[in-house]
């Protein structure tokens, strides 16, 4: 009873701490999107998420490739040599509930690792212990499906020093359940597989605040645990497709008139000039259909989507090679490769909506076999990434 009393005292006092106080975070600039994606750079690409409030959010940046997301991007590539493709959702108010609902089984299955941002604004409200083992734990057990292919969590650590700007009586109190929290948290987190705590970056002031130097030392805290659990999970090679809604961010594209957009095919000219191919070609996969929106030199029109190349494309979002066509038995027997323009090489990559849909593929095709190198592979997933951001940038 007192417990939930003091609750509600410490609710309100935040709320008018965080608005009224003499360097609020209220009036402090942030990204204005709550989501968004950063890119790492690299290929094979693991898919994080970060969500929920705190660090997350942004504060005192206004674009998330400077926050905590872009340094977590950026640091994550840098020791696992592949790309990170890194969905960011965060804004005040976003709890423990709120994520729960936001993570549904098949957001949940999208991703590689889950990097969870919580319990900073529970704590300056003087939240219940009991309540907080009650939440944490339900949102453990709803990211423990129990499979093979489950994403990697990590759980970053309520901060437990706060800013000279907080009252010092509260601070005080702050710091004491912030290591609370974090105890339960950690013991929350004991006997889960492919689940770990990283301690939390202390918060500064939003007067005195050193976003660089705060958001680095953030992610240098996460960054290792996040390596270690990608280099460690089970290899994805193919991810399921969500077919309805990949069909309707192609109807989209599609009514808008995307086939004579000039930068599209500047695009794939450069392409095709960087990787020294035969030709580079952007096709869109319909319902039944893939279907040519531009090529450099065409290789091939429309043509049933089963068993087409690009259907299989679709199911490899880090890319997909096939050294020698003529070698393979399951391609040498494909027209272009009997016949002209006697196609040997294959390189595709998916082509995506900026929420993350496979709508299309570019590919790279080549009538000498080769090898496809890990800086042609990373090049070949930036023009993809770039043909997905024109497609919807009108």
């Excluded at 299309?360 to 090898?371: I, K, N, Q, Y």
Aim: glycine share 8%.
């Amino acid at each position: 009873m007192f417990g939930d009393l003091l609750h509600y005292l410490g609710r309100l006092a935040y709320a008018l701490m965080e608005r009224y106080s003499r360097d609020a975070w209220y009036t402090a600039p942030r990204p204005p999107e709550p989501r968004a994606v950063v890119r790492g750079p690299g290929h094979d690409p693991d898919r994080v998420l970060l969500i929920g409030e705190g660090v997350a959010i942004g504060w005192g940046v206004v674009s998330h490739e400077l926050g905590l997301a872009g340094h977590l991007a950026r640091g994550n590539s840098a020791v696992t040599r592949r790309g990170t493709d890194l969905d960011v959702v965060a804004y005040p108010g976003l709890g423990i509930p709120e994520i729960i609902a936001e993570l549904t089984p098949r957001r949940i299955a999208h991703y590689d690792a889950i990097v969870l941002t919580i319990g900073v604004r529970e704590t300056l409200e003087l939240m219940p212990r009991r309540r907080w083992k009650r939440q944490v734990t339900a949102l453990l057990d709803h990211l423990s499906t129990g499979r093979a292919a489950d994403p990697c969590v990590i759980v970053v650590g309520v901060p437990e020093h706060f800013p000279d700007s907080v009252n010092a009586a509260i601070r005080n109190v702050a710091a004491a359940r912030a290591a609370a929290a974090n105890s339960i948290t950690r013991s929350a987190l004991d006997g889960r597989p492919r689940m770990s705590f990283a301690g939390g970056a202390p918060v500064s002031s939003a007067e005195d605040f050193d976003s660089d130097a705060t958001y680095e030392r953030a992610a240098r805290g996460i960054i290792p645990l996040l390596a270690d659990a990608l280099d460690h999970s089970p290899d994805r090679v193919r991810v399921p497709v969500d077919e309805e809604a990949r069909l309707a961010a192609v109807a989209w594209v599609e009514s808008a008139e995307v086939r004579d957009d000039p930068r599209i095919h500047l695009l794939l000219a450069t392409a095709k000039e960087v990787l020294q191919a035969h030709s580079v070609d952007f096709f869109f996969v319909g319902r039944d259909e893939v279907r040519l929106l531009a090529a450099t030199n065409e290789t091939g029109l429309a043509a049933p989507r089963r068993g087409s190349l690009s259907n299989e494309v679709l199911e490899h979002p880090r890319g997909f090679v096939i050294p020698d066509l003529a070698a393979d038995p399951r391609n040498r027997d494909r027209p272009q490769v009997t016949g002209e323009p006697y196609l040997r090489f294959y390189a595709g990559h998916p082509v995506e909506s900026p929420d993350g849909h496979r709508i299309g593929v570019l590919a790279v095709v080549d009538t000498r076999p080769r090898t496809f190198s890990v800086p042609e592979l990373s090049l070949l997933r930036n023009f993809a990434l770039r043909a997905g951001m024109l497609l919807f940038d009108r």
